[in-house]
Each structure stands twice: as C-alpha cells, then as structure tokens.
C-alpha cells in the first residue's frame, strides 16, 4: 500500500488558477494541499478537500511556477506527502513584447508565444497613450511592420486569438525606424561597418557606424561577438520562445556569453538572457564574461566544481545569482559587478551553508558587493533567524569584503562569511539589522583544531540600525583588539564575542536588552561599561565570567547599575567562576 497519494498532476486554469488531481487514497477521510515556488522549497498548506481533486486560485501570479504535494489523512492520522506536481499561471496577455527598427521603414516586432493562441493581431500607434490601430495579423509570434516613416518612434501591443476569443492587449513596446536622409537633403553614405578593433566594441551586441557625409548621423546593427563564443550551445528558452537560454555545448577554456544570438543568417537575433541550473558544471573553463545587457540570472550550481575557472565578471543586468553557483570553483580568485549594476540576491535558495554561491572558493582574494544587493541568503519566514547562509563560507583567501557606499544589505544571515580566515576588516553597512550565528565565526574547536578568525577591526558604518548579534556572530576573532558597539544594538546572543581573547574592554550600550550565556568568554576582558541598566531577565549570569553578573545587580536587582567594572584577572580560564569585579 502506497504511503502517500499517487498520480498527482496539476493544469493551468486561466486566468488565474491551477487545477490539481491525484488517485484516491485508501481510507482517506480528507486530504491536505501543500504549495511551493520551488521543487525543494518549503511547502505551505494551502487547502483541504474531501475529494481528488482540488482548484487554488489564492494570490496566484502570472508567468510563476507553482509546485504542490497532497497528503491523505486517515484514522492513523496524516500519511507522507506525494511527490510534487507542478504547473505555471499562463498570462492572460502576451508578454515579452519587443520591437526593434530594421531600416528606415520597417519595424520587427516579437513576444513570447500564447498558450492556446491559433493568430495575433497587432495594433499600432504614434504615441504610447494614443490610439492603437490594427495593423496586421500572424500565426507567428512575429511580425515585421513596414511603410512606415523614416526616423519615427512607433508603439506596438499585440492580442492573441484563441478559441475563446481574443485576449487582452499586451504592453507597448517601440522602435525608431531608421533615418535615411538628413534634413538638409543629403543621402547617407555609411560605408562599410568595419573590422572592430577590440573587444569592447561589440561586446554589448551593438555596433555603430558613422555617415561619411555628416559625423552627426549614426547607424547600428545588432552583432553577435564571436570570440569565446565557439562551441556553446544557444536553445529558445522555454517559457519565453523570444530569448534564448546559454549553456556549455563543446566550448573550453576562456568563455564569452554574448548578448544576442542567431543560428544561422536568415534569423533574426534574440536576446540570451537565461543561464539555468548546472549549465556549465564540472568543466574546464577558466574564465567567464558576461556581455554587458545580457543575461538577468544565474542559476543553481551553474559553475558548480568549475576548478580551473580563475575569473567572472557580472554583467549589470543580473538580478540574481543562486546558491551553489560558483560552490568549489577552487581556483576562482576575481570576481567583478559592472557599474550600476543591478544584483539583488546573492545565494538565493540556500538550504545550508554547504549550499553558498561561492562556497569554498579558496582562491577568492576579494569581492565588493553591489549597493543594489538586498540578500546574500534566503528566508523561508519573516523572522531573520530562518535566513540561510554561507554565501562565503570556507573563503580561506578573501582579505577583503566591500560593500558599495549606499548598501540595501539588512541582513548579514547564519555563517555568511564562517570560516574566511584571512579577512582582517569589515565595515558593516549602515542598514543592517541583524548579524546572524556564526556569520564571521570559523570551525576552531577548543581542543585546538581548526582555524581561528583573523579579524582585528570591525566597523559600524554611520547611522548603524543594528540591532540584533546572534550567537557566535564573531567567535574565534582572537586579533580583535577593540569594538564599539552601535547605540541601537538590543541583543547579543550566546557566544557572539567567545574566544575574542585580544579583547580587553567593551561599552555595552544602554540599548541593550538581552545578552546571552558565555557572550563575552573572553580571555583577557578586564573593563566592562554598562551604558544603561539591562532587565535582569535579559542577561544571563555567565555573560561574563565571575561575579560581574551579581555586582551589575546588587544595588538594583530589578534592572542592574550601569558604569564601568573592572577585575583583575589572570587571563588564566581556570579562574571564570572566580574572578571579582570591582565597580569603578
């Protein structure tokens, strides 16, 4: 007997829901509806039903995949959850509209293709809120307009007819045809395009030539660069027909990602903008550049064991790069963001540190993290204490760790940076709130194996939001000397600052309101400055060692007496349960 319900399927319903069915399950009394936006993701309940069959349609959004498991309940309570179905909301409107001039009277115009669709009509206008005309109708998810003026904006949307009828209009796209001649009379003469001369010339996909009758009077083609290019492989990707997907095909060696792609002469270009999941995993390729403009995510595991692979530069229009997709790139020692670059996630979908976007990359000397970087981790709550981490972790050679001026970073999640034990700085950005455990912390363990923590200066950067610094946050930092803690910090969990045994004073600001066992179990600590009185439900009596805990609180018990403590102990561990503490 199955211990769990089979045959589950799901399909689209539009507009905007998913129709779920699976076999009867023996003694079932309901069952339960479990749903994800990943395969591996965390499963919600979203439903129950008595029969085989089930609709969601709650917060469903266009264009997103949908995963589901149903699980029996019997008079031997819930069973196991079936393996997971999965469908995607369709567009009520065709999407991905794009619109590019071919000469100075034609205009190409292309988009994703519509379920069900049997032709499209596209309509036109000379403004993007004007009046759109019909202009033409395909079977094809394309259409070249022509007779049209020269050097002349035009707005497109485009509908589809399926067998109920016709959808909605799309989002305008446009394109300029073409000038053809100047105002003054005179014909163009461009010329040849010419050889380009380096590489950055047609890496964005673009060249430019210029009339030889007037300088003033530009050209450009959409180009393919070539070089690095030999032997990928380039397939329409599957949820947008209008942009191709990259991966590794034959290619070695130095690669180079290009902007556009065509297979063969009598195509048009389009767009590549997808590079999924292991696409380049295992290789030997030993260095990786993105064509500025290109593609807008980097997928799981995509560069995953790529041990010869020594640098990778990040094309502005990225937005995301997953977890593991530079995991043990051993050898990977640079990496760099193009200016106003637009990556907001870094690791997203990390279950464990093992699973970090460049976990073990030993190479790695330093990075700078873009301003525009909101996570460099994953929740699968609101509460920062699910975030997971390891986007870093094991980066034994990173020295250093930038974050652009103006950061969007509020969490530094559990053990984003564990384990870089070369790192010696780090300013955290103004408007991080949480410090997760471990997130500068390393395997030492006290029997001596391991490695310890290299830091000796940490930073607030101005205007600190700190509040929260989880458990060993900062453990094994044992070169750091001196910290000043952020006036808004609130608590500091188990650990936080164990082993920083160079440290031999700290101010604890009066915003505190919770520090946790063995926080600050530091070998040499002898000044302790309470700026303000900490509730004695908040503070445990093995913060700190001695009998500091019972002094902050032997003249007010209910709230501590905040000043300066001192001790005079030998530095000796033995004496933690001992050492005595003299309020200045």
Not at 145 to 155: C, I, K, P, Q, V
Not at 183 to 195: C, F, N, Q, S, Y
Request: aromatic share 12%; proline share 4%; net charge negative.
């Amino acid at each position: 007997m199955p211990n769990a319900p089979a045959d589950v399927t799901a399909v689209p319903v539009p507009p905007s829901s998913i129709k779920l069915k699976w076999t009867a399950f023996s003694g079932a009394g309901f069952y339960n509806v479990y749903r994800s936006t990943s395969a591996s993701g965390n499963y919600a309940k979203v439903g129950t039903t008595s029969g085989t069959s089930y609709t969601d349609n709650k917060g469903l959004s266009v264009d997103t995949t949908y995963y589901y498991k149903v699980s029996a309940n019997t008079s031997k309570g819930e069973s196991d959850k079936s393996a997971p179905a999965s469908a995607t909301i369709l567009p009520d409107v065709p999407i991905s509209v794009n619109a590019a001039a071919v000469s100075s009277s034609s205009i190409r115009v292309s988009w994703a293709a519509f379920y069900g669709a049997t032709f499209y009509y596209v309509y036109r206008s000379t403004s993007a809120s004007g009046t759109y005309t019909r202009v033409g109708t395909t079977s094809a998810a394309s259409y070249t307009d022509t007779g049209l003026s020269e050097n002349t904006s035009y707005y497109y949307k485009v509908s589809a007819n399926t067998s109920k009828g016709e959808s909605g209009r799309s989002d305008y796209a446009s394109a300029r045809t073409q000038a053809e001649s100047s105002g003054g009379g005179h014909v163009h003469d461009w010329g040849d395009w010419g050889t380009p001369t380096s590489a950055t010339v047609t890496t964005d996909g673009v060249r430019t030539r210029v009339c030889k009758n007037d300088a003033s009077h530009t050209d450009t083609e959409i180009v393919e660069y070539a070089t690095g290019t030999a032997g990928l492989s380039f397939t329409p990707y599957y949820n947008n027909p209008a942009a191709y997907e990259v991966s590794l095909g034959t290619a070695t060696g130095d690669i180079f990602i290009p902007a556009y792609h065509r297979p063969d002469a009598s195509s048009p270009y389009l767009p590549v903008s997808y590079l999924n999941s292991f696409r380049f995993h295992n290789t030997s390729i030993t260095s990786i550049t993105f064509a500025e403009g290109s593609i807008t995510l980097i997928g799981i595991d995509a560069f995953y064991n790529c041990t010869s692979l020594t640098s990778v530069h990040i094309p502005a229009s990225v937005t995301a790069i997953n977890h593991g997709a530079f995991r043990n790139c051993t050898s990977l020692e640079t990496v760099t963001f193009a200016q106003n670059s637009q990556l907001t996630s870094i690791n997203s979908g990390a279950q464990n540190e093992g699973d970090g976007t460049f976990y073990n990359c030993t190479s790695l000397k330093s990075i700078t993290i873009p301003a525009s970087v909101t996570e460099i981790g994953t929740t699968y709550t609101s509460s920062p204490t699910s975030w997971r981490g390891g986007a870093f972790y094991n980066c034994t050679s990173l020295t250093s760790v930038t974050f652009e001026a103006g950061s969007q970073l509020t969490v530094i999640p559990y053990r984003a940076f564990y384990n870089c034990t070369s790192l010696k700085s780090i300013t955290i950005p103004a408007g991080v709130t949480y410090i997760g455990d471990g997130a500068f912390s390393s395997d030492y363990k006290t029997d001596g194996s391991g490695s310890t923590m290299s830091l000796q200066t940490i930073t607030f950067a101005a205007g600190s939001q700190l509040q929260t610094i989880r458990g060993n946050a900062f453990a094994f930092c044992i070169s750091l000397a001196s910290i000043t803690l952020p006036a808004s910090v609130t608590e500091i969990g188990s650990y936080a600052f164990s082993f920083c045994d160079s440290l031999t004073s700290i101010t604890i600001p009066a915003s505190v309101t919770a520090i946790g066992s063995y926080a600050f179990d530091c070998l040499l600590l002898a000044s302790v400055t309470f700026e303000g009185a900490i509730p004695s439900s908040g503070f445990s009596t093995t913060a700190f060692h001695g009998d500091l805990c019972a002094k902050f609180y032997a003249t007010d018990p209910a709230n501590g007496t905040p000043g300066t403590y001192t001790t005079t102990r030998t530095g000796d561990e033995s004496d933690w349960n001992t050492a005595v503490w003299t309020k200045q």
